[in-house]
């Protein structure tokens, strides 16, 4: 099983690389967002703090339903999605690996390019390192609650836009609690532990229920 | 092994594609579905595939309902629909290997260089198949049929797109699985001749029940 597992991770990410330019569209589109606020709101030090962290997450939320309709979509289309589906491995590990390879390609590279953009907004390091720490706890959640609502809208028509409609007000606790611990951490006394407990909550909840829901979800989109 | 199909019924939308269908397949086994288009043939075969579900009846494997053996039946399943489950972006032995390994086995890569000259891509084993024709890809996906351990192949049109010398190729793949005491069943207008076995051959065409019911 653990065979089929590694195989489909490895074939995700190295058709990703064969077409980089997709990993690129996220990241970019993810750098532009946030440097378009400064240039509409204004640069001040003290603006820039205050909406640095609902900015950063905003974008990431958005970013990453960007990439949502390709994840299963390319598959369906040339019936590899079929094939998954009828292999001999339970479909919701299947599903894990495609959600882990679509994390590595959409999230991580967020996370990763965070401090730049604390550079941008002129954040004290501590508070960088926080927000690199809680887009690692809360990108995979929005990678896992967007599979579902991929695989649900899967071969419909429009389906990219009824994607974002389905997926965004379900990102909203990441969202709140995210940009919470961001700010927090600019705030001398405050604690951000409470919003890392449930950020890591949101993700414990969603490592347990989205593999199965989106196989689930799939099973029905193939009908 | 045998699998057992209890009166099956499948209606799409307001259309009954096949009612009260029973059929008992064994092995050494080949069974040709016949029908005019439309008729619900791919239905029926996704449907023993248990990627449709049908609104009544029963599918056995084994004196099992394949819906809760899931993994154990799949293991014994190979499925070959209109599309071919190959990646364009990979080359032809990684789309092979691929397969493969996802259908349990973890092939040498002298066994699938095998297959592959076997089944007529010789030299094409690092191409992207973006590049090969639409016959050559069909054969990138027959290429499992030579790989697997499955001894029930469901085949939906596999003559579709392939060449003379390939027809018969994949005739005599067929004729050799059945020999070996493997099931197939497929739609096809192409006969196919077998050197032991028995052929069953089912139709699904009953002019007046096909049509949909707002026409009676």
């Known amino acids: ?223 | 092994m045998t699998l057992e199909v209890k009166n099956l019924q499948c209606i799409r939308g307001d259309r009954e594609l096949f009612t009260d269908l029973s059929f008992q397949l064994e092995e050494s086994q080949l069974m040709m579905l016949e029908g005019q288009n439309g008729s619900g043939k791919t239905t029926l075969l996704r449907s023993l595939c248990g990627l449709y579900l049908q609104d009544q009846g029963e599918i056995l494997w084994n004196g099992i309902s394949i819906k809760k053996q899931d993994e154990d039946y799949r293991r014994e399943l190979l499925y070959l629909g209109h599309l071919n489950g190959i990646k364009a972006d990979l080359t032809v032995l990684e789309n092979l290997r691929f397969n493969a390994t996802l259908a349990g086995k973890i092939p040498s890569t002298d066994k699938l260089m095998q297959a592959l000259d076997t089944i007529g891509l010789y030299a094409f084993e690092d191409f992207p198949t973006s590049q090969l024709s639409q016959g050559q890809k069909r054969r990138v996906a027959l290429a499992r049929l030579l790989i697997s351990k499955a001894k029930l192949w469901i085949l939906d049109e596999p003559f579709v797109a392939l060449d003379i010398a390939a027809v018969e190729l994949l005739q005599s793949i067929i004729a050799n699985h059945v020999d070996n005491g493997g099931m197939v069943i497929l739609t096809t207008h192409q006969e196919v001749p077998l050197t032991s076995g028995k052929i069953k051959r089912l139709s699904l065409s009953e002019e007046q029940d096909n049509l949909p019911s707002s026409a009676k």
């Not at chain 1, 720490?133 to 419909?156: D, F, K, W």
């Open chain 1, 1 to 223: 099983m653990m065979s089929a597992f590694w195989v489909l991770l490895k074939r995700d990410l190295l058709l990703a690389l064969r077409r980089r330019s997709e990993i690129f569209t996220v990241l970019f589109f993810f750098l532009i967002v946030i440097s378009l606020f400064p240039l509409g709101v204004g640069s001040e030090d003290a603006t820039l703090k205050k909406i640095a962290p609902g900015v950063v997450w905003i974008a990431a939320l958005l970013a990453s339903t960007l990439a949502l309709d390709r994840l299963f979509a390319n598959d369906y289309l040339d019936g590899t999605l079929e094939q998954l589906t009828l292999a001999p491995q339970s479909l919701s590990v299947m599903v894990f690996a495609k959600m882990i390879a679509h994390w590595l390609l959409t999230g991580l590279p967020l996370v990763l390019i965070a401090p730049l953009v604390g550079l941008f907004y002129h954040l004290p390091s501590n508070t960088i390192g926080v927000m690199m720490l809680v887009l690692l706890l809360g990108t995979p959640v929005l990678s896992m609650i967007g599979a579902i609502a991929a695989a649900l809208t899967l071969g419909l028509r429009g389906g990219g836009v009824l994607v974002s409609l389905l997926v965004l007000p379900l990102y909203i606790p990441v969202l709140v609690y995210g940009a919470g611990a961001i700010s927090a951490s600019m705030v001398e006394g405050l604690s951000i532990q409470p919003y890392l407990l449930l950020l890591s909550a949101f993700m414990l909840l969603a490592l347990i229920f989205s593999p199965w829901a989106t196989a689930a979800a799939l099973k029905i989109s193939l009908e």
